[in-house]
């Protein structure tokens, strides 16, 4: 097998890497809305995949290139390498998915380019691995946390929803003004912009100590309007104000996850487009995006239907507090370059935003198979991995 | 035997609101053969992907199963039987079926198997094959086919193997219950010269009158392949009872494929008769098959 049919089949296995990401994992943040009945099944499945497949292409690249090129240092990540790293990473998602085993794919993938890159005989960027690690052990409990604070606040009586919703609203927006994007021009040699620096660098604000006074009045105008927005709608009516944040939350949600997502398929391929290639880094995320929305398009409504009456059954209001740290922790993610596994925020913020309500009513026991099946999948596909390549190396 | 139920109740998934009628129906008749009660068991299905797979089953029973009980509330009462009704939450259907089995210890299992592949939430072949593997009793799989609003005669194939008995359980109890015909029915072939047919059907019909001598019993020999025999017998009935033929214990598929073109080639109910004594994963038939004993 020639190089470039390498090339090509490894792109192949991250295109199919990314559909099933698209299929799987970026449905969940509608699945509230329709819940809610604030949207059908087929309008949110349309919506996810535009949407995740916009914050693939946008918000994809940190994420990506730590994959492909943070993780050790000098260490070229040849055709065959990706090819065992991408063939690695799909076989756990495989078994995940055909045996019923929780196999996370940010797991899978950020343990199998370990495994090569030791096999590849790289040194790894501890520093890196270090900060990932932490970041994931971090997950559960700030996702639940953050899950638990935002159902307490919808919980209380004395703030009305007329407060309480345009207030996480604020939140929201604020985040969403100072999200990194790769359309938002920036000064020379900044790849990526977040559009409350965009207007601060155009008209010039003072700064005040670290801090761009421009950049601050941006992001309190854009809380101010989603606090407003939101607000209206409320007033209105509680219910409609509720359904349309659903909406927004679950769009930005999505956006997200496409984000985060999508580096898990494209990682292995960095070095080989960008390095090798010569590509710009856009044209692997444009094929990854592809992927995604491919993958929601198809997959998401089974998904969909199969999920939204337990979030109906969760209520409004526990469904908002575990789509916010959904939103939070992503961009924090993105904005970290960190791989990380979109459905264990879900999964943390649901049980968060259950022990608000009392006693959550979670099986220690599950918990407890499900994170050992997450140590598994981390440690065997390192091991895997390096075999994998290690086996590739000596056949061709 | 183990794997009997203590007073022969007969289990019965209700998984598709399309199927349930007549699948509770099979289960009353079977159920009244015994002597024994219907238990109605829908599964709560939480993958492990799915965020409220973490809550403890009775949180799960309790606030995140409404589909499931609105299927089991819908689920008819089987008349002249006593029904009870069982939510199971488990990560697949047919794991929730298989462990509800080994919990309640029936003396059978009935499932559907919507035979359609344009549809795909219904029970498919790998529920349908993980179940006869791992079930610990005796299953009967039902492809319903047009509704067999009243049954005037029952179709029993037989060739003599493990599932004969089961199969004939099911016959003769649907049999009774609808004042029907049985029709003993095997396939001369070449391998199974025309002696040894009639020496096995008029064996199955004096086992049959015995146990039931109100019973009208006819018995039948078709020659040429088994599947185009047993197809074309078929028209003149309204119900078939089927064993879940195999080759050996080591083969990984427990309904042959004959079974599979017989569902294919008729339109009637076919109903296909997996014993309980070939249950259990690959490694128990190993050991049964060395220790030379059933379970």
Known sequence: MTAWGLVLLATVIA??????????????????????????????????????????????????????????????????????????????????IFAGYPVPAAFATTGAMVGVGLSLGGTPNMETLR????????????????????????RRDDISDTLSIPLLAAIVAAVLANIELGVIPGPPGVAQNSLARFVAGTIATPVVGTLDVGIVLVTLLFAIGGFVFIRRRTQQSVDRGVKTFLVGLGSVVAFSSGGSQVGLATGPLEYLYGVELGLPGIVLLAIGGAGILAGAWMGAPRLLQATSREYAQLGARRSIAALVPGFLIAQAAIALGIPISFNNIIISGVIGGGLAAGSAGVSRRKILVTLSFWVITLVTSVAVGYGVNTGLGLVF | MVGRGSDGDVMVAVEDPAQVAQLVRTARDIAQGYGGTVRLVTVVVKPYESPFGMFSDETIVQEFAADSH???????????????????????????????????????????????????????GTTVDHVLEHAPTDVYVERIGREAGTVESVLLPVAGGPHTPTARTAAVAIARANDAAITVLTVATETTPETEARAVIDQEAA???????????????????????????AGAHDVLVLGATRKGPLRGRLVGSVPRRIVDGTEQTVIIARSASVAGGLFSRVAAALTGGGR
């Open chain 2, 70 to 124: 609105e299927l089991l509330d819908r689920a008819p009462d089987p008349e002249g039987v006593e029904v009870v009704r069982d939510l199971v939450v488990a990560r697949s259907v047919e794991k929730g079926l298989v462990s509800a089995v080994k919990r309640t210890n029936p003396a059978a299992l009935v499932i559907g198997w919507d035979s359609d592949p344009r549809r795909s939430d219904a029970l498919l």
């Open chain 1, 131 to 154: 900060g990932i690690g932490l970041f994931w052990v971090l997950v559960p409990p700030v996702s639940g946390g953050l899950a638990f604070g935002t159902a307490s606040l919808l």
């Open chain 2, 207 to 233: 086992t049959i009158r015995e146990q039931q001598p109100d019973l009208t019993v006819e018995t039948q020999i078709e020659r040429g392949t088994v599947e185009d025999a047993i197809v074309d017998a």
């Open chain 1, 15 to 96: 295109i199919f890497t990314a559909w099933t990401l698209g299929a799987n994992s970026n449905s969940p943040p509608f699945a509230p809305a329709i819940g809610a009945r604030a949207i059908s099944t087929m309008q949110a499945a349309f919506l996810i995949g535009l949407l995740a497949g916009a914050g693939a292409l946008l918000q994809g690249g940190s994420i990506s290139e730590t994959i492909g090129t943070g993780l050790f240092q000098g260490v070229a990540f040849t055709p065959l390498a990706a090819t065992a790293g991408l063939l690695t990473a799909g076989a756990f998602m495989a078994v995940g």
